[in-house]
């Protein structure tokens, strides 16, 4: 392919993405991650993962894209805002990671990623590929960095300089050759915000390395088994996900509300005081929780949750 087509179907794809309401867009060559190979085989060994199995699952798809997606030759990596500014209202009632409350956006993203790839072969031609939203083994964080859309942060997110970090990530990872783009400087600096606000101390003391069955997200969502004893008190009452690293990221002072009505919460879900939480019955849950991505704890596993807050 001519240099020119590669710089022009790039063009064209990063403008069609924003118009489908992505932030960002980049793209990196869809190569074997030797460097972040590393980094995943020594955080499996610490045994960051918890009860997190399938981390350590399909170790050579997560490293290379190419034995995902037949001859793939670009990942191009997007970045989704679900930022807000709207609040629960009780101060006291247990708390919900704000990237929960309205549909799941696995399945809001994931349709805009097939959008996209579907007017790619349109518009392109003939283009295999696969989408991806943290649904498969794919490395996302490491190639948006590669692909420019961000740093990795020493909380270990993806943080964007003129957005923050409250957004979701998404793939799609083509047989087509791109333009790649570059990845951009570190700018956390000798911040330590994130590692001195996180209450269970799952952030290695420098920065960038995640206890993963120390975060609270992992032990409210993930952990499907009783929360141990020792994180009584530290939990600083979320009962689902945790946006402690985000909140006091200065990062975040630059994050914009999102646009996107499928991200707006449910009306009853920020008006619910700490009675109706502790009180909450499972129709109330399949309610309020109907197409939320809240569903992946279960209701028995909200409960367990607000239980151990009450302690």
């Not at 960051?48 to 793939?72: E, S, T």
């Not at 997007?78 to 807000?84: E, G, I, K, P, W």
Request: one cysteine or more; a negative charge.
């Amino acid at each position: 392919m001519q240099d020119k087509n590669k710089e022009n179907y790039s063009q064209q794809i990063k403008q069609k993405a924003l118009d489908l309401g992505f932030l960002y867009v980049g793209i990196s060559k869809a190569e074997q991650l030797d460097e972040e190979a590393l980094r995943l085989e020594n955080w499996l060994n610490k045994n960051y993962h918890g009860k997190m199995a399938y981390m350590a699952n399909h170790f050579d798809k997560r490293i290379d894209p190419r034995k995902l997606v037949d001859g793939a030759k670009s990942v191009i990596s997007l970045v989704y805002n679900y930022y807000t500014e709207e609040k629960q209202e009780d101060e006291n009632a247990p708390k919900i990671s704000q990237y929960a409350y309205g549909k799941d956006y696995h399945f809001v993203v994931k349709q805009k990623l097939k959008t996209l790839l579907n007017w790619i072969q349109e518009e392109i031609g003939e283009v295999y590929g696969r989408c991806f939203v943290d649904s498969a083994p794919v490395l996302e964080r490491d190639w948006a960095k590669r692909s420019g859309v961000g740093w990795v942060g020493k909380n270990t997110l993806l943080i964007h300089p003129k957005q923050g970090s409250f957004f979701f990530l998404a793939e799609l990872i083509i047989d087509l050759e791109l333009d790649t783009d570059h990845p951009i400087r570190d700018h956390c600096g000798t911040c330590t915000r994130c590692i001195d606000a996180c209450p269970t101390e799952a952030i290695s003391p420098e920065g960038y390395f995640m206890d993963g069955s120390k975060c609270i997200s992992y032990l409210t969502i993930e952990l499907k088994e009783a929360i141990p004893e020792e994180f009584k008190g530290k939990m600083d009452n979320w009962m689902f996900g945790c946006d402690i690293c985000q909140q006091v990221c200065p990062w975040n002072r630059f994050s914009t509300p999102h646009q996107e009505q499928e991200f707006l919460p449910h009306p009853d879900l920020l008006a619910m005081n700490r009675s109706d939480w502790e009180e909450i019955t499972e129709e109330v849950f399949r309610k309020v929780f109907k197409k939320s991505a809240v569903k992946r704890t279960k209701y028995v596993g909200l409960k367990r949750n607000i239980e151990f807050l009450k302690k």
